[in-house]
Structures are given as structure tokens and as C-alpha cells.
């Protein structure tokens, strides 16, 4: 059974900074095409960064250059380095991992940018 589990969301301040983690089991992170997504209220859910199975990362141009996405294999753990953060980008992150016809999703966390 694959199970995506995410941590680390919570309320920070504007232009504070906030780690993401996405535990994996059941799937080897590093063999799917994997990111991060966001959903805010009444908005459609989407992506704030992805690594491909070549290991190239892609960034969306709201967070390019705030936002990093790393792993690390032998813990098979993605995450996600967000810095200068907006209160725009409050939203749920959810972790992704797709293999082929199969999307699997983490449970999400919230992220909150408030003063």
C-alpha cells in the first residue's frame, strides 16, 4: 500500500520561511515523477514544483527562485524549502508521486502566511 504523509505546514509571517516533508512508503520516490502541489480557497489545485525521473526540477514562475524542492533517497523523503513567503501562498500542500496511470496523493498540510 503507498501512503504519502506530509509535514511541516503551519502559520508563519510574511517573508518568514517554512520546510515541507513528504514521507513515502510502499514506493520508491526516486522511480516516479514527484513534486508538490497547492490548493487555496475556491482555487484549482496547483503546482508549485516537480522533479522528473531524469531529476530536473520545474517551478511555476509565482515561486521560482523562493521555492526548492529536494529529496533524500536513502530516507525516501521528498520536501519542500519555501522562503520570502506571500500571504498568497496560503494554501493546502499536497505531495504527489505518479507512476505511469497511478497518482498517488498525500493527506495535505496546511501552510498559513498571516501577520
Known amino acids: 500500500q503507498v501512503q504519502l504523509v506530509e509535514s511541516g505546514g503551519g502559520l508563519v509571517q510574511p517573508g518568514g520561511s517554512l520546510r515541507l516533508s513528504c514521507a513515502a512508503s510502499?514506493?520508491?520516490?526516486?522511480?516516479?515523477?514527484r513534486g508538490w502541489y497547492r490548493q487555496a480557497p475556491g482555487k484549482q489545485r496547483e503546482l508549485v514544483a516537480a522533479?522528473?525521473?531524469?531529476?530536473?526540477?520545474n517551478y511555476p514562475d509565482s515561486v521560482k527562485g523562493r521555492f526548492t524542492i529536494s529529496e533524500d533517497g536513502a530516507k525516501n523523503t521528498m520536501y519542500l524549502q519555501m522562503n520570502s513567503l506571500k500571504p498568497e501562498d496560503t494554501a493546502i500542500y499536497f505531495c504527489n508521486a505518479n507512476w505511469g496511470d497511478l497518482d498517488y496523493w498525500g493527506q495535505g498540510t496546511q501552510v498559513t502566511v498571516s501577520s
Open positions: 510502499g514506493i520508491i520516490l526516486r522511480s516516479t515523477v
Open positions: 522533479i522528473g525521473r531524469n531529476g530536473i526540477t
